[in-house]
């Protein structure tokens, strides 16, 4: 009679193994919401006295997303959907996909400096396009190609990303720290044609009504001033 027990016994073990492993993952994926209301950077640009054109590139999880928030932004241009941060030539999405090759999906900001500022893109980053919180994913997307990044391309963008990391840690904005990386940006790799405009053409979609679609919500409903 023993042996069926032990049987039970170690059927209950891996099943509370499993709840306990999953318990972790929901944790670690659980989205941080702010505390209170995002503060502004204390250290930024000043808006351009003309009117003129500045990029910037920013690394939040599934690109559809971060692109989606960044074309109802003032003052943004254009938002391209791709690839930033690592060493392969030419990727393409079924590889970055597969973690092998350092890229993060990746949206690169064309925006209007006399407009809207660098430190206001950050805060929309970090307040509402995704989770800074999270390494190495967002939400149900996990891998290094749906890591949290800023690439710099100027001394000015480091500075005031530095800033504003250090200011929202100090303040506690979240309960978790950020894990955004600050990394020199080196190259952009526009994605596929059909990744582009993503969320506009598929909000039916699931994955967009749950994940995306709320963004969208948050930015017209926290920043009326920001949203177009």
């Known amino acids: 009679m023993k042996a069926p027990f032990i049987g039970r016994s170690l059927s209950v073990v891996v099943i509370l193994g499993m709840l306990v492993w999953w ?4 944790v670690s994926g659980r989205p941080a919401e702010p505390a209170g209301p995002f503060p502004a ?4 640009a000043a808006l351009a006295a003309q009117k003129g054109k500045a990029t910037a590139v920013f690394a939040g999880g599934c690109f559809w997303g971060v692109q989606g928030v960044f074309e109802h932004v003032k003052g943004v241009e254009r938002a391209v959907s791709g690839y930033a941060g690592g060493n392969v030539e030419n990727p393409y ?3 970055v996909s597969s973690g092998s090759t350092g890229h993060a999906e990746s949206v690169e900001v ?3 400096p006399s407009q809207v500022s660098y430190g206001t893109l950050l805060k929309v980053l970090f307040s509402v396009a995704h989770d800074p919180t999270q390494k190495d994913r967002q939400g149900p997307d996990i891998g290094t ?3 949290s ?5 100027t001394e000015e963008q480091k500075k005031i990303a530095e800033a504003y990391i250090a200011q929202i840690n100090a303040a506690k904005v979240y309960d978790r720290a950020i894990a955004t990386e600050l990394v020199p940006y080196r ?5 596929e044609d059909y990744h582009q405009g993503y969320l506009e053409k598929h909000r039916d979609n699931s994955y967009i009504r749950y994940n995306d679609l709320p963004k969208l919500v948050k930015l017209s409903r926290e920043y009326p001033e920001l949203y177009r």
Not at 41 to 44: A, G, I, L, R
Request: hydrophobic share 35%; charged share 25%.
């Open 23 to 26: 318990g972790v993952r929901m």
């Open 41 to 44: 950077p204390s250290v930024d």
């Open 145 to 147: 190609q749906y890591r």
């Open 149 to 153: 990044a800023i690439f710099y391309k």
């Open 187 to 191: 190259v952009f790799y526009p994605a």
């Open 93 to 95: 999405y079924e590889l």
């Open 110 to 112: 064309e925006y209007d």
